[in-house]
């Protein structure tokens, strides 16, 4: 499960606390700034482990982390847990969010975080319909009825609106837990992370995808953040953070079999055999020409500018309108260049 837009209530009751908490924390673990200290970093997942930390995983077991003098603390996500107010917070040193839109928010509504790697080039989710009432294009989209998660409405509005397509000429039901009502025909199209193996088995092979991403939205997934503070004052501890977790997901491509053996071993719950049908895709959204170009992990101003766009044009934003600067750090980028592109 992901969820696009966070809380904005939420945001606006607790900004003013949540500074007084930022400016007050120890930031957990981290001694010093120097890279012979062990710095223990929580790394605060938005929702509940899944294939999106293989990387992490796959470093953990094979010392990247140890080496880099990081102590890695994986903290799970939740229906009730707020991750980015609990990082703003100082609860956490870093967090990693399902949707890049999520940091745009927060940082509207007050709360100082930023996004500093993005771990998927290119955003898994996806409109999924049948064959025998194919829906490939926007375009598909009018005079259908679309079943998508609350938190998912946005997208949809703004794929829209990026198609030139008046929202009325969609109908938009809630979506419930599964897959159903696009196999019933209640809609003629489901959404979800097209990564998501095992909810996707019901589809059969008469499933056609439409990613939000090829269809004209382009949103960063797995996003990492973190706040000001640490930016500011433990630069050198999310480098070698991040030049761990490149390592790890570079080993993921390379052993993506033994990465989920990691995997299931740290989070039975997982099914390994649906993991092991999702690992390529996952593969896929992490590892591309952009990375080959740019490195594991990179964005861009461009691509942020534009998604800011969009949700400022559809008054998603309750506070100021933020700039680039405001969501997204590259100084993290720029300084682990080397090994990112190495992994990329």
Do not use: C
């Amino acid at each position: 499960m992901s969820h696009f837009t966070m809380n904005r209530r939420r945001f606006i009751s607790n900004a003013a606390a949540i500074g007084g908490l930022a400016a007050a924390s120890s930031f957990i673990g981290i001694r010093a700034g120097l890279a012979s200290d062990v710095a223990t970093v929580k790394m605060q997942l938005g929702w509940l482990a899944s294939n999106g930390l293989l990387g992490e995983v796959a470093a953990q077991k094979m010392g990247y982390f140890k080496d880099e003098g990081i102590e890695l603390e994986i903290v799970p996500g939740g229906p009730n847990v707020d991750g980015v107010a609990g990082v703003a917070a100082g609860q956490s040193t870093l967090g990693q969010i399902s949707s890049s839109p999520s940091v745009m928010l927060a940082r509207s509504a007050g709360i100082p975080v930023k996004a500093f790697l993005s771990g998927y080039r290119k955003h898994p989710f996806t409109y999924f319909s049948l064959k025998q009432n194919a829906i490939s294009t926007p375009q598909d989209m009018i005079g259908k009825t679309i079943a998508t998660q609350p938190t998912a409405y946005i997208l949809l509005r703004a794929l829209l609106a990026k198609n030139g397509i008046a929202e009325d000429q969609v109908k938009i039901v809630n979506m419930g837990s599964d897959m159903n009502q696009l196999l019933t025909g209640q809609a003629d199209a489901v959404t979800g992370w097209v990564t998501n193996a095992n909810a996707l088995k019901v589809l059969g092979e008469d499933r056609v995808d439409m990613m939000l991403w090829d269809a004209g939205l382009q949103l960063y997934a797995n996003v990492y953040y973190t706040t000001d503070e640490q930016l500011e004052k433990h630069q050198d501890v999310l480098v070698r953070f991040t030049n761990a977790a490149a390592r790890g997901w570079g080993y993921v491509r390379d052993n993506p079999e033994a990465a989920v053996d990691y995997l299931v071993e740290a989070y039975p719950n997982l099914d390994k055999a649906s993991e092991l049908e999702a690992v390529g895709s996952v593969v896929d959204f992490s590892f591309g020409d952009s990375t080959k170009a740019d490195g594991w992990g990179s964005m861009t101003r461009e691509n942020w500018e534009a998604q800011i766009k969009a949700y400022a044009d559809l008054g998603q934003f309750k506070g100021a309108v933020p700039t680039v600067d405001d969501v997204a750090s590259f100084a993290i980028l720029d300084a682990t260049t080397e090994i990112r592109k190495q992994v990329g």
